[in-house]
């Protein structure tokens, strides 16, 4: 017969296992211009790859103009808040698609201006590309 204790250990121990995968992570831009999102060196955060994953944040914070090309992916949330751009204008972000049509779903996407004086911050989505929200990931 199999000691209770050792059953509730083994129970939690799955239960831990899977607690990351529920929780999800943070993952902050640092790629080239332009980058690949599905290129884990482009991103750091507390776990190794990249957002890609319905529990999973993405932040880019520039202070300059980068490039991002999208694979489909589908995250819970879009975060693009700009630190003082390098020319004291406007930090510029923009989404682009490689040769097929490729969608980033989120289930929230925040844009915040840098401080006042700047100038905006400047979203663009391009080349076949496409930022949606959605209500959870399939």
């Not at 957002?51 to 914070?61: C, Q, S």
């Amino acid at each position: 017969m199999m000691d209770k204790r050792v059953f509730r250990r083994v129970r939690l121990g799955r239960i831990a296992l899977l607690l990351p995968i529920l929780v999800g992570a943070t993952f902050t831009w640092n790629g080239p211009n332009p980058g690949d999102w599905n290129v884990n060196v482009n991103w750091t955060g507390a776990t190794a790859g990249y957002p890609d994953d319905n529990t999973d944040d993405a932040i880019i914070t520039d202070d300059d103009t980068y490039t991002i090309v999208l694979t489909t992916e589908c995250i819970d949330e879009l975060r693009i808040e700009p630190v003082i751009p390098q020319d004291g204008n406007s930090a510029w972000v923009k989404f682009e698609s490689k040769d097929t049509a490729n969608t980033l779903s989120c289930d929230s996407v925040k844009i915040v201006s840098p401080s006042s004086g700047f100038g905006p911050t400047q979203v663009q989505v391009l080349d076949n590309a496409k930022i949606e929200t959605v209500d959870g990931c399939p």
